[in-house]
Structures are given as C-alpha cells and as structure tokens.
C-alpha cells in the first residue's frame, strides 16, 4: 500500500468521511510560503496552514529555538514545576497583551483555552457568591473551537448542530451585521443589536457569567468582518451587569487583520483574551488564556480558591520556546505594515471579481481577503485551479478566501489572487458534498 492508499483506509482528516474521503496531498516538507509535496511540486499555502503561519514555514530562528529547548528539556508536567520557556513567554504575553491582562494559563490549543476562559467567567460569579450565573452570551456566525465546551458557544445553526443534546446551552446575540471596517464604514444597525441583547439579559438575569465573540472578524464561521463598535457595547454591558468580557483572539490576533488585536479598533478592552494559532508561528500547538489581575483576584478569593484546569501537556516547553522566537519575530518587525501590505494587493485585485455571476460579494480586511461565491464550485473542479495555479486554497461553505504567511511576498500574493480568480470563475457545484460545511 502506498502512503496515500493506506491514508485513505486508515486515517480520519479534519470533516471528512472515511467512505470516499476527500482527496489529500503528501506534504514532504515546507518553508517560507510553500508546501513541498512527494513529487517535487510546490504548492504556496494561501492559508497559512489554517491562519497559523505567520512568519512563513519551519522559520529557521523558531526551529532553532525548538531544537535548542529539545536537547535541554522536551517537557515536565506544570504541576509543581516551572521552567523558563514559560517564564518567559508569560512575560513577553503580558508586554503585549490588552491593557490590565497579565495573569496566563497556559493551553494546548485554540479550543481549550475557549474552555479555560469560560470557566474563569463561571469561576470568577461563583467566587462573587452567584452561582446560578453558568451561561455565556455568545454571537450568532461564531466560531470558537471544536471541543464540547468552544462548540456550545460556536453558531447554534452551523456545524455543530448534531450535538446539540449534549451541549450546554447558551445565549446568542444577533450576527452583527457586516461592514467595510478599514474602510471606516459603520454599522447602522449597533443600536438596535445592543438593544436586542440587553433585551436577551434581562430576560436571563442572574444566569449570565460573561459574553464572549470573535472580535472584528468571525472567521471560521461566517467570514464575516463588522463594525468594531459592537465590542464598545459589550464592554458596556458587561460593566454594567459585572460581567466577564472574553475576546478570543485566536484567529484574528497577532496582525491577521492589521494591528496587533482586532479589537485595538474599538477603544473596548477585554477581561480576559484568548491567543493561539500564530502564537507558535505554526510550529507547533499551543494557545493561552491571559485574564486581568482583577478577575484572576476575585478567582483566587472564591472557594475552591484554586483555578480547576490543568492539561497533561500544559506550557509544554517546546512550544513555549517556539512562541517566545515568534513573539521574537513579531517584534522585529512592523507586522501591521506587512498586514496592510497584503489588504493593498487583495483591494488591487479581488474586487473585480464581484462582477463574476457566481460571486455574492468579495471583502477584505488585514491579511484576509473573502470571495462570497452562490454556490461553492465542485471539489473535482476546485482541486484543478489548485493543480494548475500550484496554489493551496481550502474554501468552505460559501466561502473562498486566502489568509496567506504575513511575510508572503508579491510575486506570491498575484498567483494567489490568479488562483481565487479562478476559482471564483468556475461553475457552481451540485452541493452537498461531505466537508463543504466546514474551514
Ligand atoms: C476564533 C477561533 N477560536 C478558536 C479556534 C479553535 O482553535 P484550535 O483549532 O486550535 O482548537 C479557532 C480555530 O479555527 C478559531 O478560529
């Protein structure tokens, strides 16, 4: 059996069917913006490996930093140690985290530290000595992670929906309404979402422990980019009614879609923020839960005083090393320059393409840029233009969209807007085709 052949029998991908799985291609090696496959072709990855990898592939300062921690110490349980990767990498979160956040829980991915940041809004009611407050106000088109806890919060209509009885339930706000951010459009419609979801607490007083949303820009989800004014509001409400603010950060964080937060735009800041994805530059898993001082005080004052998570693999040093060289990286360069770069080019070129009988509307914002098209063309067809253009795309749903390496240079950066040209001008499709639902 070849390597493919025995893949194809024996190993689940991400949303796929074991019965006629979608295709896969043997990735050998990768760097900078590409992806070697077995056969000697180079494929650029137009979306950094799910929106991880910032600094490019196996960047040589990230995989030194890795190999150097790996011949001191691989890992040690974080009960009863510490060790200086983590040391360091809380202090360098802190440096740059949201003003007032600097204590850090140290997570193994995205989703776990969706998890970790709810139970410090339900930790942080119970030790007020209110525990009836378990729920979480979360926004329709959300995305938060594919564990029980980051799905309940996640679209209630999307992709989670067969597991529905098993999820706690939540509360949702209105999708808000999407807008041209960098082009400093606004919503009209703020004051009537805000009114709906004080309209949604009152109803559930004395149930809510916090509110959490993708900020800016729901991503996996909806690909949707709205009016940063929504954050302001929730920072309001939440003060008001002495809530916990969680901003997961995770897809839109570190410049994805321009400056350092996506929520920088707004003024609001949150009581605690969720960062993973490009924290490690994509070499490796790992994310982080930063919470302020306030909340992590009124925490540590309840009963259990203790917080009640702990990973086997928790601030793992090799990946604590490879987020302190990217962390490095970030810092050694203007990052949001890079990310405004990549919006030109996409706003050069993507526009036209709205034009096209298939395509429902084309945004961009950072380093994303989003081709809305009616109806996704065939997998068979897709998988040709990423053959012919030698370009990696991966839409979903209704979404064809390049969030490429920030360090993508132009000669890339035209084959990868050549390659969603083409996709957007291909058929549509006859749908329903197993994975299509899902980034
Ligand atoms: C906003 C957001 N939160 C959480 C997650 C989950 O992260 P992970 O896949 O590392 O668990 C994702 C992943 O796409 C995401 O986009």
Redesign the pocket.
């Known amino acids: 059996m070849t390597q493919i052949e025995y893949d194809r029998q024996y190993i689940w991908h991400p949303y796929a069917s074991l019965k006629d799985p979608p295709r896969v291609r043997l990735a050998k090696s990768a760097d900078g913006v590409y992806i070697t496959l077995d056969d000697g072709r180079r494929l650029v990855d137009a979306v950094s490996s ?2 991880c990898v910032a600094h490019g592939h196996n960047h040589p300062a990230i995989v030194e930093a890795i190999r150097r921690q790996g011949e001191r110490m691989c890992h040690v349980m974080f009960g009863g140690f510490t060790h200086e990767p983590a040391v360091e990498l809380a202090r360098r979160l802190a440096e740059i985290a949201p003003p007032g956040l600097d204590r850090v829980f140290f997570a193994d ?4 530290s ?1 998890e970790v940041a709810v139970k410090m809004a339900i930790q942080y009611q119970h030790a007020k000595g209110r525990p009836g407050r378990s729920r979480m106000v979360a926004l329709k088109g959300g ?5 029980a806890c ?1 799905m309940a919060l996640s679209d209630p209509d999307g992709m989670h929906v067969l597991f529905a009885g098993m999820m706690p339930r939540h509360l949702f706000a209105p999708k808000p309404a999407g807008c041209d951010v960098s082009a400093g459009e606004s919503s009209p419609d703020v004051g009537e979402w805000a009114a709906q979801v004080e309209r949604t607490l009152d109803e559930h007083e004395g149930e809510v422990a916090g509110m959490i949303c ?1 900020p800016v820009f729901q ?2 989800n909806a690909m949707n980019f709205y009016d940063p004014a929504i954050l302001a509001e929730m920072r309001r409400m939440c003060d008001e009614r002495d809530l916990v603010l969680v901003f ?1 950060e ?3 964080g570190l410049h994805r879609t321009g400056p350092r937060w996506a929520h920088e735009r707004s003024g609001a800041a949150p009581d605690v923020v ?1 960062v ?2 490009a924290l490690t530059g994509g070499h490796t ?1 790992l ?1 982080a839960t930063i919470a302020s001082g306030r909340v992590a005080d009124v925490i540590s004052s309840g009963t259990p005083s203790a917080f009640m998570h702990g990973p086997t693999y928790m601030a793992n040093p090799l990946a604590c090393a490879a987020a302190n060289a990217s962390l490095e990286l970030f810092a050694s360069a203007d990052y949001a320059a890079k990310a405004r770069h990549v919006e030109d080019v996409f706003r050069s070129r993507l526009p036209t393409l709205a034009a096209l009988p298939n395509v429902a509307g084309v945004r961009v914002l950072g380093a994303a840029g989003v081709v809305e098209v009616r109806r996704m063309p065939s997998r068979g067809d897709i998988d040709r233009v990423i053959d012919e253009t030698g370009v990696w795309l991966r839409p979903f749903a209704n979404f064809v969209y390049a969030m490429p390496p920030l360090v993508t240079g132009d000669a890339e950066l035209a084959r990868i807007a050549d390659a969603l040209a083409a996709v957007a001008a291909l058929p549509p499709g006859e749908g329903g085709e197993d994975g299509d639902f899902h ?1």
Request: charged share 20%; proline share 0%.
């Open positions: 799910w929106w991915s995205g989703s776990i969706v995305y938060h992670g594919d564990t980051a993708e991503a996996a997961d995770i897809a839109a969720c993973g994805k898993t994310a980034e």
